[in-house]
């Protein structure tokens, strides 16, 4: 039923969650490749890169981030052919490559030694766990001893039937994550591991896996499984996640699960219940985010294709608050209440009215054209629409004060868009490079009043004390930015400033003397779609203070809330 939905998108749009920090960039460091990998050691972050070797562009980098707000480039590598994953121990980075185990010591950053390390192989993976490590491939592992960091020391090679995507070590145990599942090794006598139990299953694509509390989190593209290891000779299945969608990389810190999302960014949950576990905080990348490190509350994420984007996780670092919705029903364009009737705008029938005591049927619906915004005050509803076979646009005037018994009062045939009313006035979007504004003090003779021109397309527009903001494009992409225009005499609107931004917006939403303006960039290696956050509280000079990323294009609105973003 209709109304059974409507309810669900109330809930959407109000939903909020409880939140540890606040997640807020303060500065990225593009890349023209596409990175897999990063790691922290103290103030300095390697990041290796998925592609192959003799790119023209860097596949390993060596990063100086003792300022996190102006990360730099310090040395840069390009002998290295798809590095899959990092390790490091002493200040010698172990770099797992398609050729071969690679060896960095990186003691002195003036003297850089690379080594390259016995495997006749790619390497998968390689973990390491105080003295020892293991390293994995198509086929089998390898334990060394790593007591000396730069010198490791083969213990045993061990070949297998099935192919090896990840390894981890803790203390005796050795758990290997394989095409169909998890293995489990005892290594108590390192040279002579065995083979004590395992889990498989028809999984799809598997990608990553955390040990905690004597369970094994299994990630891959259908969402998140849960393997109870208690008795490591009887891994079983004890449940399953599927809205964690496309996780690339997992881990677990004090009943915190930390996911990489190739689609929807990096969360963090409490697992205390594993059937519903609870967001406690979001933060997403321009496409794929596939690997993080923390450090002093500063969280390094790193996108496939974007590169390296540094967030502040200090719960006192940004007072800005954020979320965004999903339109998830269509036909549901707009929504207005009152203490006993819910007034919405209907994409296929209209204007609907329903009576909030007796939610099963609408007491009255239009059924004659599509509505596409609903303004209600005091009793009059201007509703928006579309109708006939070329979708002409108009705002029809509805008086609601007997809703079973709704008077059209009048029909103004015009090309709006985004309706709004301000007192007396209604103002909306009138063609490509206006707003119009319209006297409806008297609804049933409204009257022109004003109209803000502009030489490019008026995508969007926002109002709040006086002021208009107005989202500006060109289709060349010259022009994209938010002019503001001081509409104190609506009768006489006047631009006042402007203010330039990279990427064409086209969504505004406010919350006190802060702007969130939606935009999206689509460029060869995919597209990203994120808010400029600005600082209006001097219209004169409206300053650009922060920038985050969401993924999808398909996000229409800026809502507020208690996701901390």
Sequence with gaps: MKFRNLIFVVMIMIISSQSYAVFHKISELPFYNFVSWIEIDNDLAIIGVDEPEGNPNWNLGFIDISNPEDPVIIEEYHDFHRVNNIAIKDSVAFIADDNSLKLIDYNDLNNIMINTYYSDTGVNFIDIDNDYAVFVYDGGFTLINVSNAFSPQEIIFVPTGFNIRRAKIIENSLYLLVDDGIKIY????????????????DFFILNSFEIYDNKAYI????????????????????????????PSNISIQDGILYVCDFLYGFSMFDIEDFNDLVLINTYSTPRATVHYATQDEILYLIDWSYGLQVVNMDENANPYEVYRYFDEFSYVEGLEYTDDYIYYADMLDGLGIYERTNPEEPIYLTGDEMGTSIIYDDDIVYLSYRTGSSFSVGIKIYDVSIPEFPEL??????????????????????????????????????????????????????????????????????????????????????????????????????????????????????????????????????????????HSLNNRGVGFGSFML
């Excluded at 005892?186 to 299953?201: F, K, R």
């Excluded at 990630?219 to 496309?246: K, R, Y």
């Excluded at 600005?534 to 203070?545: A, E, Y």
């Design 186 to 201: 005892d290594i108590s006598q390192i040279d002579d591991p065995l083979l004590l139990g395992q889990y498989t299953d």
């Design 219 to 246: 990630a891959g593209w259908e969402g998140l499984f849960l393997v109870d290891i208690s008795d490591p000779a009887d891994p079983h299945l004890i449940g399953s996640n599927h809205n964690i969608v496309t």
């Design 409 to 550: 009062l009048n029909t103004i045939m015009t090309d709006n868009y985004q309706t709004r009313k301000i007192g007396d006035y209604l103002i909306f979007k009138n063609g490509i490079y206006s707003i119009k504004v319209l006297d409806v003090s008297n609804p049933n003779n409204p009257t022109y009043v004003s109209s803000i021109i502009n030489d490019y397309h008026v995508v969007s527009y926002q109002i709040k004390n006086n002021l208009l903001f107005a989202n500006i494009h060109d289709s060349y992409d010259n022009i994209n930015g938010i002019e503001i225009y001081d509409i104190s005499d609506i009768t006489n609107p006047e631009s006042i400033s402007f203010i330039s931004l990279d990427y064409e917006v086209f969504d505004l939403n406010i919350f006190e003397d802060v702007l969130y303006a939606g935009y999206y960039n689509l460029g060869w290696y995919g597209s990203a779609s994120g808010y400029f956050i600005i600082d209006f509280s001097n219209p004169l000079n409206p300053i650009v203070v922060n920038e985050f990323y969401v």
